[in-house]
């Protein structure tokens, strides 16, 4: 492909270049020490966070894959020689029952999608994860939530209503809802985080495996 078609699918989204150097620092503890780690990213987006990521922990093989097909295509511009890590981006549906992207994952990301999706993602997203994740292995979350029924922010209720008004299936979820879906489907809730403009890291573990 010539470099004017990939540049012109490359897309450059404001909120991943604000966060993506705290995301990559708040998933240090869980990478690091990995011994050629296999790490799945759900909703990856422009593949912005992908390649760092991939630039950052060279330890580990990153698998981004998105619903949609333009940035299926935007990430396949950010790979380069630079991060051999960094596989192909794959289309992927957290609803469908195989996911096709391999098994034997040390770890799950997962940045800005369970606000944005209806529910039954956030369901089929933690089902999925059970499927392909190691025994011990992690899911690592980030996003705006409620907590305990209530929103953290002014901001954020204004945009959980504005996120309505765009579909009604979507809207800043509460973490403890997330959670019991979390713990239904084989994992337990380890910790959150505060992180930059009123959002949370959320880490789960694999503890068991679903029948």
């Known amino acids: 492909k010539s470099t004017g078609s990939l540049m012109s699918k490359k897309k450059v989204h404001i909120s991943a270049s604000r966060n993506v150097s705290v995301i990559t620092d708040a998933l240090k503890d869980l990478v690091e020490d990995l011994q050629e780690g296999k790490i799945l990213e759900i909703a990856s987006g422009s ?26 295509d935007s990430i396949e511009t950010y790979i380069d020689e630079t991060v051999p890590n960094m596989l192909p981006g794959q289309q992927l549906d957290v609803t469908t029952e195989n996911w096709n992207v391999g098994t034997g994952y040390d ?7 369970i606000h944005i999706s209806p529910w039954e993602c956030t369901t089929a997203l933690f089902i999925g994860a059970n499927k392909l994740l190691k025994l011990g292995g992690f899911v690592f979350m980030y996003g705006p939530y409620k907590i305990d029924g209530e929103y953290t922010t002014e901001s954020n209720k204004e945009f959980s209503e504005m996120l309505k008004t765009r579909n009604s299936k979507w809207g800043v979820r509460d973490l403890a809802d997330v959670i019991q879906v979390a713990e239904s489907a084989g994992f337990e809730f380890v910790k959150k985080f505060d992180m930059p403009a ?6 789960y573990r694999k503890v068991s495996h679903l029948g």
């Not at 990153?62 to 949609?68: E, G, N, V």
């Not at 009123?198 to 880490?203: Q, R």
């Open 47 to 72: 593949g912005q966070h992908t390649y760092n990521f991939a630039k950052t922990y060279p330890n580990c093989i990153f698998q981004p894959t998105d619903y949609s097909n333009d940035m299926v």
């Open 107 to 113: 770890g799950l990301v997962n940045i800005n999608m």
């Open 198 to 203: 009123n959002n949370f890291s959320v880490i």
